[in-house]
């Protein structure tokens, strides 16, 4: 009797596996910061999470340029990010300071997680949505996750650099908690940096600066973490009154005339 051949499947390129691979590298370096973070050991807590930013930052980029998106690399990015970017912070603030609070403190870590976990479902439900203004892409609606975990880190990062006890305080890190927690679930408008381009005449001071940069991150991280994170919320007005701008300037489509968006994204913040 006939048997119909059976079609075999494909393999998968390595190419195509290489965003996925860097994302679960993230996820690893997130999970790592939690282990020195019960180990007491901070600063190795903190340079796995920087770790893991940047290779979040790179997964979507690289995924995009050798054309290797899809569904399941999209949903794994978002899981590494709310693990890496609002389970972990959390955790180590818990352990460094917020559980002298007693059970307020415990609450206040859950409600950053919580918070980290609305963003990110609202920025996945974005991708899906309907076509907006290709400006839009420069910006994000709120703080995003690696950046929420970044500020709220800060009061730990800054006691790195500077001995005074103020900084660890359950009351100081519980404003910095309440305030991110806000800017990551809020309206605001943030610039992505995802299409930043640089005009020509720019092309080599840029570089000076990066090798600036490069230089301070290794003679003086934790001041140039600082100044980094210090630099991206003075953007929160500008970011907001560009956005304001190229509202006014864009014709608001007819009602009920939205078509949805078919193009695959990896959620990458």
């Known amino acids: 009797m006939f048997r119909p051949r059976r079609e075999r499947l494909r393999g998968l390129s390595f190419n195509k596996m290489i965003p996925n691979i860097l994302t679960m590298l993230a996820l ?19 340079i796995s999470l920087v770790i893991s930013g940047v290779l979040d930052s790179l997964d979507g980029r690289i995924a995009r340029a050798l054309r290797g998106t899809s569904k399941f ?23 460094w300071t917020m559980k ?24 996945n439900t974005d991708i899906e949505g309907p076509n907006l203004p290709a400006w839009t892409k420069n910006y994000f609606t709120g703080v995003p996750a690696p950046a929420g975990a970044g500020l709220v880190l800060l009061p730990m990062i ?45 092309v080599l001071l840029t570089m000076l600066i990066v090798g600036l ?21 003075a953007t929160f007005p500008f970011g907001a009154k560009s956005y304001r701008k190229q509202e006014a300037k864009t014709p608001k489509p007819p009602k009920n005339n939205a078509k949805p968006d078919n193009e695959l994204e990896i959620a990458d913040e």
């Open 28 to 46: 690893c370096a997130g999970l790592t910061s939690m282990r020195f973070g019960l180990d007491g050991k901070w600063e190795p807590a903190i």
């Open 73 to 95: 690399g999209a949903e794994l990015d978002s899981l590494s990010d709310f693990i890496c970017f609002g389970v972990a912070p959390a955790f180590l603030l818990y352990l």
């Open 100 to 123: 002298d609070a007693g059970p307020y403190g415990w609450v206040l870590v859950l409600l950053f997680s919580v918070c980290c976990a609305l963003r990110l479902a609202r920025f």
């Open 158 to 202: 800054i006691s790195f650099q500077v001995d005074v006890q103020f900084l660890r305080q359950p009351f100081v890190v519980t404003l910095f908690i309440i305030v991110v927690s806000g800017l990551l679930v809020s309206q605001l408008p943030t610039y992505s940096f995802k299409n930043l381009r640089i005009q020509h005449r720019f």
């Open 213 to 233: 940069v490069a230089a301070m991150t290794v003679s003086a991280p934790w001041l140039t973490l600082t100044i980094i994170l210090v630099a991206y919320i």
